[in-house]
């Protein structure tokens, strides 16, 4: 595996090692001593999988008293990932990171806890499973607008968003840092 940090502190794209033949392929998707020796060493406590179609966004969500770290990979279609640092020490506190996640690339994302997290699908349908470092506590679980205009996302959608209710009636940033 190699972890390439991205601009957000903590959070890694996650590259993994493919030994493919005639038979198919076999990579790792999580080492606990490899995670640990980037710093990453939360225990992870629960798995989430989550199947939706092309142009829906699901997020920002964040938890406020139980933050989640993820590890997010996609096992069918691909997907953009975003991640947005809340952490008010940090130095990209309001940042964005973005990539595209794939099962054709294998390519994982670590976000780690005070970040919110999101993604859009990029075709027609996605499959995303990703590990976390806390339980889900719905009444702790915050949403920020996916397209905030302070945030200035550029979501690479493929047409009109397909976004939930609740996700639609989420908070600013700016709202949300208060």
Not at 56 to 84: C, M, N, S, T
Not at 92 to 110: D, K, M, V
Request: with cysteine.
């Amino acid at each position: 595996m190699e972890f390439l940090p991205t601009p957000l502190p903590g959070c890694y794209v996650i590259e993994p090692r493919v030994f493919a033949d005639d038979r198919g392929f076999f990579l790792e998707t999580y080492h606990a001593e490899k995670f640990r020796n980037v710093g990453i060493d939360l225990p992870f406590v629960q798995d989430n999988h989550s199947h939706s179609r092309r142009n829906v966004v699901r997020g920002l969500h964040y938890q406020v008293r139980r933050p989640q770290g993820k590890l997010v990979r996609v096992v069918q279609g691909e997907i953009f990932d975003v991640a947005v640092d809340l952490r008010s020490t940090s130095p990209t506190h309001g940042e964005w990171f973005g990539i595209r996640l794939s099962a054709e690339r294998r390519n994982q994302l670590y976000v780690p806890p005070g970040l919110a997290h999101g993604f859009c699908v990029l075709s027609e349908t996605a499959d995303v499973v990703y590990k976390c470092t806390d339980l889900y506590v719905p009444e702790d679980e915050r949403t920020i607008l996916w397209n905030d205009p302070e945030l200035g996302i550029l979501w690479p959608l493929g047409g009109p968003p397909i976004v939930s209710a609740r996700d639609a009636r989420a908070s600013s940033f700016r709202e949300s840092q208060q």
